[in-house]
């Protein structure tokens, strides 16, 4: 009687979880031979600050013997920085890849820059559609710390979901995001950055300040389409 749980990051829709469901449903029923009536699939959604514990620690961790594929990812290598001292190993920024989502979302998180209206994966898919290569991620070896999305509208260049690892802050990677999206932006023809700030978000104004950005009075109006 094959139960199968499937705990995942919160975003997959209805529709999504019922095709992955019947795949499961199919491919357990001919791989253990046995009859569909006796599957079933559940999903439980847990949050990312909730992950290494609900799942990661109890699951990976402390039942190895069960696992039959080991992640590609470890959280706690991020507190291991021994092979970064003496700056060995470098933050480099690069284009955003799709092995990249699972770290850059849970970054996001950590930077609170995810909100209820904006769900982080279509983001990043919509993204990947247009004018991929402005999307950046700036890492330290294997470790991702910091992410900039840009684009230009032919006119403007906009820059979102600006984000350095808490852990890794006031150590000069913003400022670099920032300069690498500029050139790019420029690269292509752009005359002039514009961004947004939340005004839930007074402290990031003096960063921008410091990289020659100022306040130039308006007031951002936005409509959903
Ligand atoms: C904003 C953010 C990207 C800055 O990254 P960072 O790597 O810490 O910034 P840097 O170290 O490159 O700082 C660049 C300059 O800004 C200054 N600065 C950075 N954060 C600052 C702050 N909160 N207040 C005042 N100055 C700040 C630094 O002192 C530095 O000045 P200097 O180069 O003249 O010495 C980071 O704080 C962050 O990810 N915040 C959470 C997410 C967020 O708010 N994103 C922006 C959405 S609009």
């Given at each position: 009687m094959p139960h199968v749980v499937i705990k995942l990051y919160p975003g997959r829709s209805a529709e999504q979880k019922k095709r992955l469901a019947r795949e499961i449903v199919k491919n357990v029923k001919q791989i253990a031979v046995c009859e569909e009536k006796s599957v079933s699939v559940a999903f439980e959604e847990v949050a990312p600050e909730d992950w290494v514990e609900s799942v990661y620690r109890p699951e990976v961790i402390d039942k190895k013997e069960n696992l039959v594929i080991t992640p590609g990812?470890?959280?706690?290598?991020?507190?291991?920085?021994s092979e970064e001292v003496?700056?060995?190993t470098e933050f480099r920024i690069r284009s955003y890849q799709a092995s990249d989502q699972p770290a850059v979302i849970d970054l996001w998180h950590r930077c609170n820059l995810v909100v209820p209206q904006n769900d982080p994966r279509k983001d990043i898919e919509t993204k990947r559609q247009v004018q991929t290569d402005l999307f950046f991620v700036g890492a330290i070896g294997n470790r991702i710390v910091a992410t900039l999305m840009a684009g230009y509208d032919g006119h403007r260049g906009w820059i979102y979901y600006l984000a350095v690892d808490p852990d890794d802050q006031r150590q000069g990677f913003g400022r670099r995001m920032m300069e690498w999206a500029e050139a790019a932006l420029k690269k292509r023809g752009c005359p002039k950055i514009n961004l947004q700030v939340r005004?839930?978000?007074?402290?990031v104004i003096s960063f921008y300040e410091h990289l020659g950005y100022s306040n130039e009075n308006v007031i951002g109006l936005g409509k959903r389409l």
């Open positions: 990812y470890n959280p706690f290598v991020k507190k291991d920085r003496g700056g060995k005004s839930s978000n007074p402290a």
